[in-house]
């Protein structure tokens, strides 16, 4: 090999080589950031759930967020696939339930989580299959064209979808037939962060498995993983199958808490969105994600009811200024602020 | 019929050489430098305004406007590219995809601020607002003019990539950017005039598409899909490619809508599909 | 002598007019330490992707254990014993070294979809990891992110990747590529070590270690074979000779 | 739900130990705006909110000690999820006394329920759709309804010797196949018919597509609804482009066509288009002179007012209306009983609410665009006085 | 004559990998070298890193009084590298004659004089880089590192891969190169044969140090000693 071709093979490899910095060891909770943030966290539901009455409502929309960030970190911060379509699997959850509850009167709660959840994994495993056979921009473009092409048939089925006008006469039963959603979003608070809490518990577990293993072995070495035997293109296709269904059951959560499907759960900028949250958090972290996601749902909340005109501006600046002082997103500014912190201590 | 067909064409083609114009620039500075920049649009929709300011405000002529546009958004890209772009070279493509996004985010904000949410029209040269006829068929003169800027665009790309010593650098460095330096080409430089040369482009772009396209301050973000589907069908650190692309795209949209409206945009979506799965690299791509 | 465990029959390979294998046949028995050498761009990695799969042959077969595997996924030729490592280190850098081990441990077992930690199961695995480590000097660094050991260290664990999947046939890649030779004493240790009924192919240009070990060379040459025997064979053949110093070239 | 009231109570118990404001004697009411005011739609949003602002600042001192706060919240265009959240979190977090504002239909529809649940009112300042405001008795609507801006304009048309044939062209969402049927049955109620129809993305970039298709047809008139802002430009743009007016095409619309802000992009391609509106910035009267001054004082000489201006202005009024006329003792169901009997001289002239609809009862004006003073102006030219929604009418 | 070029205890490599470690050598202006040693002890890694493609984690590389080491590659160029990879590295989207002239800089070497060294090419000069034979890619690379005009040369193993006529007529070619020009040239090459009739200095590498650096006759004198440094039989003794 020569000289040039050598630097060559290693800056090509390098992309993948940053991303994968950002990640630190297996298990969740190995290092202090991924515990003062779950720490945090907790703290803050807590806190809400106690004296935040009138935030229950943004708890269950960050909530939401969160587990649809879980998702896209499962793809792209674990198993490097990229994707800039990801409300498509979002959208058709909350579609799902509403649709299973307006016109087919499926109105329980639990049963449509799982009802959306499947649906998305169906159109996940048929999606999968052909983004799963290109990279880099060809496969995040896939991901787009698929992802547009559904907002399309979502706007046309009219009959269905109730078009751009939205999804008229949905209906959520009150859960286990007990808890109804009020509108001081109290229930929806609950069952979302249940819901949430639930989810992150299987991604822990998850990432603590072979299986967990074996992703993060194919996005730090793709080549590697197959000469240890893993068949990749299988494992992949599981993961995004699985992605899939989580960003299904987060878009029902969100159907079923707002009793409404609009036609943008389905549109382009929630799947730039979600990715940006991913990368605002760090990718790679589940944690990174589950703070992502609360940063900029609370961001977005509070510098638009300051600045309802121009709050994109601040928001942009926030973006720009993690991206150039914090290359590895939020979580990578707790870790450093710990160290800090724990450099003092032992000084 | 045959009028009907021929207008349509000649529409579908001036859609596309404007998604073209606005593009190209995209595809090269994505094929070059590796860098994922999602706010082109807004470096379009910057020499949209420029053209606006200098026709309306300013009383400046057109055909000054134009070449106003290209100069200062090549500029602003420059600068852009200099102090931040340049730092995020081989970074992590999220990383990219976040500043660029924040970068989107706060041009709206200014243009909006500047400029306010309702859409901006340039003023139009009296020579260009009529009609020409081409046989029996009348049509605006102005989308002629956006038809012979696009070709003009691409052949003086053209001209420029393949016949100038800029050119061949630009080709060399995106073959093999470690060699070229090897040879003495400073690519850091190559790579700030590449960046200028593409938005400068884009924002001739915006001015001579804001008959089409109009220029609004959310430019940037909603036609941002059409413009990656240009350079991801298209094939980056190519010129005929998005060329291409853009033909293909624009004819089928102009085309399909007439044909069976009730279908929208499926086609553009469908043919992106296939093309993405015959060809992930795109028709011309350098690299995926 | 045993029947081979990995043969192949006139494996041929060529992009367009350029030729990079050349009808090769090579046989491979259990128990034999053969080195594989040749100047540079002779085609020795080539030979060894055709051999793994990572690359489809133009024609010809790869017969391993009796079996053609040749139409086969490069998983399915690992998981029927034949196991390669990697001349530039191929590790999973941000995760330790007993993570690293357990990683290919779990897909040997079969256990690389299991979605949910069984920590029993884990503290099988980890023993088992361990006695891997322990077997090649590495078990004090066990729970070290493998970029911060030293490049020879990393060149082991790439060797205890390759253990962990039991191979039949395993494929050396230069194994002491990039080590200081005062490290290459571990690597020698490590090799001298490996069990008996193991058949081992090793590209290396560290004339040292295939001397010692190898008891066949083969001497591949634009694709080709040029020689094979025994080091005593290889070393006293003037073909070889030449090739390696240049003669019959006039300057 | 046990677990609701005690996080209630927790809750109320904080609020009782906190002093009253002020007692009884000036109450400080609070209006919560949810219009859009980022992405493409930003400019309607814009236009409500200054009309809202507008009105409150020139009758600041209206109601004596009390004070109306505004507080403006940004559902980012068609997204109902967002408005309900946005919605309930101003009933909930900041107790707004009233809602308002809304472009979108599917955005009120989805607001509706809240309001109902916590007994606000709910005043809509844009939101077309007939039947929007049977989704609560909370809603009151100022600004107006599809089928009574469309079905006096097809009256028109009907009556015009010289168009025999009529193509359509909507947006395809509930308030475009609202006009379409508006203008479909009131043509009909005068023995004509539509002769083609076509319903296009909510989103076009280009309208030449469909358009062609209208040449290709030949009809007399093409009757248009769009959503407004640039896609209405685009529209004209396309109109030119293909030459229909030359072809022998009028083009009729809804107001939206002709909206005034975005005129001076239409150029002369606009010139000639007949519209049916409730309101023109060009409305000859005092009142609505001193209104356009006051808004150009306000927000520059660049800024006119369109119909969604005087949406926000006049929903801003019947609040104030309704304060005033409660005299300190405001309740959702009063100030929605109060309104429902509101009734005011606009700058788009006489307004009154339906007691029996909560739906506005206006003048509706045929208009056709002309150019005074060298500006393309909406000059009225024929009146339909105290137009109520024909949509409930027919229902 | 002065020292043109100057390695001072140089330690470099690809990362945190250090593949150099501990190597100086001198270089007088105009003079010839030959470097060999076996596959892998680090010959590409030392070109490399004199033109500034490897990190550099210490030591001076100095041209002349100019001190290079902290130099991007293009500004190492420009002081007076000139670059022949092992890999050719030919620009497959020019033609031949830009390839030839993307790195052209004012000096002794112009393109006729590159045409007249390997005809060949003129009569290529129309075709894309990605249509030539490996031995014209050669000529090519020779061609475009001598029209950047170079105090000094860098080849990395320039024989590698070609057909026994092509190899002779590049080398006649090399040969006429180092009689009839000032330059100054470094030849990394595995053929001992060729690097030694090549240079009347030659440097052998041994895992990333330098094993031998002294007059080319030594070792054509001792074929013993040139096998042991290099040879295949290394391992019997």
Redesign the interface.
């Known amino acids: 090999m020569s000289g ?1 071709e050598r ?2 093979s290693i ?1 090509a490899s ?2 993948g080589a ?2 994968s910095s ?1 990640w630190r060891g297996l298990a969740m909770g190995r290092t202090g950031g991924d515990l003062a943030i779950a720490v945090l966290l907790g703290l803050g539901a807590l806190a809400t759930l106690l004296f935040g009455e009138a935030y229950w409502l943004l708890g269950s929309q960050v909530a939401i967020t969160m587990i649809f960030a879980l998702s896209v970190d499962l793809l ?1 911060g674990f198993a490097g696939i ?1 994707t800039l379509g990801h409300a498509v699997f979002f959208g058709l959850g909350a579609y799902t339930v509403g649709i299973a509850s307006a016109h087919l009167g499926w109105t329980e709660p639990l049963s449509g989580l799982l009802l959306a959840g499947v649906v998305a994994a169906l159109l996940g495993a048929v999606t999968g299959v ?1 983004v799963l ?10 991901t ?3 992802a ?2 559904v907002y ?1 048939i979502a ?2 089925a009219k009959p269905v979808t109730g078009g751009a006008d939205g999804l008229q006469g949905m209906v959520i039963a009150p859960i286990l037939g007990l808890f109804e959603f009020d509108i001081f979003g109290l229930t929806a608070f609950l069952y979302t962060l249940a819901v949430l809490v639930a989810v992150v518990g299987l991604a822990v577990l998850m990432t603590r498995s072979p299986y967990g293993r074996s992703l993060v072995g194919i996005r730090e070495n793709r080549v590697r993983m197959q000469a240890i035997g893993t068949n990749v293109q299988h494992r992949l296709l599981s993961i995004y199958v699985m992605s899939a269904a989580l960003a299904g059951i987060a878009g029902a959560l969100l159907a079923q808490t707002s009793q409404f499907v609009g036609l943008n759960v389905l549109h ?2 929630l799947s ?1 969105e979600i ?2 949250i ?3 958090g760090g ?1 790679g972290r589940l944690w990174g994600a589950l703070l992502g996601a609360l940063v900029f749902t609370l961001f977005k909340d509070r510098l638009s009811a300051l600045d309802p ?2 709050w ?2 601040w ?6 200024v ?3 002082f914090a ?1 590895k997103g939020l979580i990578g500014l707790v870790d450093r602020l710990l160290s800090i912190l724990h450099r003092k201590e032992s000084l | 019929m045959i009028t ?1 067909a021929l ?2 064409l000649f ?1 579908g083609l001036a ?1 596309a050489m404007v998604l073209y114009i606005v593009s190209v620039g995209l595809g090269i500075t ?1 094929g070059l430098m590796n860098f ?1 920049n ?1 706010a082109h649009g807004a470096f379009a929709a910057a020499g949209g305004y420029v053209v606006v300011v200098a026709t309306r405000s300013l009383g400046l002529p057109f055909w000054v406007a134009l070449p106003a546009a290209f100069v200062v958004v090549a500029l602003a890209g420059a600068v852009v590219e200099r102090l ?1 772009v340049r ?2 070279y ?6 990219q ?3 660029s ?6 041009a ?3 243009f ?2 500047a400029f ?6 340039p003023e139009i040269p009296a020579a260009l607002s009529g ?1 020409i006829a081409l046989g029996d068929v ?3 003169s102005y ?1 002629a003019f956006v038809i012979a800027a696009g070709v003009a665009i691409l052949a003086a790309l053209w001209l420029l990539i393949g016949r100038t ?1 800029i050119g ?2 630009i ?2 460095a ?3 950017r ?11 430089t190559l790579f700030t005039l590449t960046f200028a040369l593409g938005t400068g482009i884009a924002g001739l772009g915006g001015g001579i598409g804001a ?4 220029i ?3 430019y940037g ?5 059409l413009f ?2 240009v ?3 298209g094939g ?1 650190g190519s010129i005929f490619g998005p060329f291409l692309a853009a033909l293909c795209i624009g004819v089928v949209d ?5 044909l069976l ?6 086609f553009i ?2 043919v ?2 296939a093309i ?2 015959a060809k ?3 028709l011309f791509g ?1 690299r ?1 | 002598m045993t029947a081979a465990i990995l043969e192949t029959h006139a494996l041929h390979k060529s992009f367009g007019a350029l030729t990079v294998a050349q009808n090769i046949n090579f046989s491979l028995e259990p128990g034999t330490f053969e080195a594989l050498i040749g100047p540079n761009g002779a085609g020795k990695s080539t030979f060894v992707n055709l051999l793994t799969g990572l690359i489809p042959p133009t024609s010809g077969s790869v017969i391993l254990d009796g079996q053609d595997v040749t139409a086969l996924s490069i998983e399915s030729r690992v998981k029927r014993g034949m196991v390669r490592t990697f001349q530039i280190n191929t590790l999973f850098n941000s995760l330790t070294v007993a993570e690293n081990v357990i990683l290919a441990l779990d897909e040997h077992h079969g256990q690389g979809w299991r979605p949910l930690p069984s920590p029993s199961r884990r503290r099988i695995i980890r023993e088992e990891a361990y006695e891997i480590l322990g077997r090649l000097g590495l078990d004090a660094w066990g729970n070290r992110e493998v970029k911060e050991l030293p490049y020879g260290r990393q060149r082991l664990v790439e060797i205890a990747i390759a253990l962990a999947l039991r191979p039949k046939v395993l494929l050396l890649d230069e194994p002491a590529a990039g080590i200081p030779s005062t490290e290459t004493g571990t690597i020698i240790e490590v090799l001298e070590s490996l069990a008996s009924d193991l058949a081992v192919l090793i590209i290396e240009h560290d004339m040292d270690l295939v001397f010692r070990f190898a008891q066949r060379i083969t001497v591949l040459v634009q694709g080709a074979v040029l020689a094979r025997g025994t080091p005593d064979e290889i070393a006293n053949n003037d073909t070889v000779k030449a090739v390696y110093l240049g003669e019959g070239i006039h300057a | 739900m046990s677990l609701r009231s005690l996080m209630l109570g927790t809750a109320m118990a904080t609020a009782a130990i906190l002093p009253l404001a002020d007692g009884a004697a000036a109450k400080a009411y609070k209006v919560g705006l949810v219009v859009s005011l ?3 739609t ?2 309607l949003g ?1 236009q409500i909110e200054r009309g809202a602002k507008l009105y409150q600042s020139l009758h600041k001192n209206g109601l004596g000690d009390d004070t109306v706060e505004l507080i403006v919240r940004d559902d980012t265009g068609p997204a109902p999820d967002v408005a309900k959240r946005l919605a309930q979190e101003l009933v909930v977090r900041d107790k707004v006394d009233v809602l308002a504002g809304i472009i979108f239909t599917p955005n009120a529809n989805a607001i509706a329920p809240i309001a109902t649940q916590a007994k606000v009112p709910f005043v809509i300042m844009n939101a077309a759709s007939w039947a929007t405001t049977k989704a609560s008795p909370y809603i009151v609507r100022v600004s107006q309804t599809l089928p009574q801006i469309t079905v006096p304009l097809a009256q028109w048309a009907a009556k015009q010797p010289d168009i025999k044939s009529v193509y359509t062209l909507v947006s395809d969402y509930a308030p475009g196949i609202e006009a379409e049927e508006a203008f479909a049955s009131g043509l009909k109620e005068a023995g004509k018919t539509v002769t083609a129809s ?4 909510v ?1 076009s ?2 309208f ?3 358009l ?2 209208v ?2 047809a030949k009809p007399d008139a093409l009757y248009v609804f769009l959503p407004g ?2 896609q209405s ?2 529209l004209m ?1 396309a109109y ?4 229909l007016k030359e072809a022998g095409v009028r083009l009729i619309g809804s107001g939206e066509v002709a909206v005034e ?2 005129l ?2 239409m ?1 002369d391609a606009a010139l000639g288009v007949v519209t049916g509106f409730h309101y023109s910035t060009s409305h000859d009267s005092k009142l609505n002179a001193d209104f356009v001054k006051a808004w150009q004082a306000a927000y520059g000489a ?2 006119v007012p369109t119909f969604m201006g005087v949406g926000g202005y006049d929903g801003m009024a019947a609040i104030h209306g309704a304060i005033k006329a409660l005299k300190g003792k405001f309740t959702g169901e009063a100030a929605v009983e109060a309104m429902r009997h509101w009734s005011a001289e606009s700058p788009r002239g006489p307004i009154a609410i339906d007691p029996d609809t909560r739906d506005i009862v206006q003048n509706i004006y045929i208009r056709r665009v002309e150019k005074v003073d060298g500006a393309l102006r909406n000059v009225e030219f024929e009146t339909f006085a105290a137009v109520k929604d024909p949509g409930k009418a027919a229902k | 004559m002065p020292d043109d070029l100057s390695l001072h205890k140089i330690r470099a490599g690809y990362g945190a990998t250090v593949v150099l470690e501990d190597l100086s050598f001198d270089l007088a202006a105009g003079s010839k070298l030959s470097i060999i040693g076996r596959n892998g002890v680090g010959k590409t890694t030392l070109l490399a890193t004199i ?3 490897t990190r550099l984690h210490a030591g001076r590389i100095g041209l002349g009084d100019l001190d290079v080491g902290a130099l ?4 190492r ?2 002081a007076g ?3 022949v ?1 092992q890999q050719r ?1 030919i ?4 033609t031949v004659e ?1 390839n030839l ?3 052209l ?1 004012p000096g002794a070497w112009t393109l006729a004089r590159v045409y007249d060294l390997f005809p060949r090419l003129r009569e290529r000069r129309a075709n894309m880089g990605n249509q030539l034979s490996g031995g014209e890619q050669q000529m090519l690379a020779f061609g ?2 001598l029209l ?1 005009n170079p105090r000094v040369l860098l080849l990395d193993e320039p024989f590698e891969g070609l057909a026994p006529v092509i190899v002779e007529q590049l080398f006649q070619a090399l040969l006429r190169l180092r009689d009839e020009d000032q330059l100054s040239i470094i030849m990394v090459e595995q053929h001992a044969k060729l690097a030694l009739a090549f240079a009347p200095r030659t440097m052998v590498m041994s895992r990333g140090r330098i094993a031998f650096d002294g007059d080319s006759g030594t070792l054509i004198d001792d074929p013993a000693r040139l096998d042991a440094l290099c040879g295949i039989g290394g391992g019997l003794h």
């Not at chain 2, 081989?90 to 990383?95: F, I, K, P, Q, Y």
């Not at chain 2, 306010?116 to 029209?121: D, F, T």
């Not at chain 4, 076509?198 to 993305?201: A, G, L």
């Not at chain 4, 030119?240 to 030459?243: E, M, N």
């Open positions: 040039i630097v060559k800056s390098y992309p940053a991303a950002t792209v990229v052909l056979r290109t990279r880099g921009l060809g496969q995040l473009m896939l787009m064209a698929f547009s092409l399309e706007n046309r382009f900028s730039g990715l940006i991913v990368a605002l990718a005109a121009y994109y501006f928001l942009g600046l926030l973006l720009a993690i991206v150039l290359p | 009907a207008t349509i529409h859609f994505m994922a999602l931040v730092t995020l081989g970074a992590d493509e999220l990383r995809v976040l500043f996004i924040a970068l989107l985010f706060m709206i904000a200014g909006t601020a306010g949410p309702l859409q901006q029209q009609q009348e049509f605006p989308r010593r061949m650098r080709r060399a995106v073959d093999n470690n060699m070229a330096e090897a040879i003495g080409v400073d690519t850091r008959d089409i396209l109009s609004t301050p959310t973000q909603e036609y941002l899909v990656l589907i350079v991801a069908v980056l102009v085309a399909g809508k007439y409206p009730e279908f929208g945009a499926f979506y469908g992106v599909i993405l799965l992930p690299a795109g350098v995926s | 980022s992405g493409p930003a400019s814009q076509v319903r296009v993305p989103q970039p280009d030449v597509p469909f062609q298709k040449k290709d802002g640039t430009t685009a743009k030119q482009s293909l030459g802000d975005e001076p992009n150029g660049d800024s | 033109m500034g493609l991007r590659p293009n500004r160029a420009k590298f000139g670059f990879p590295e620009f497959p989207s020019l830009e002239l993307v790195g800089r475009r590192a950047t």
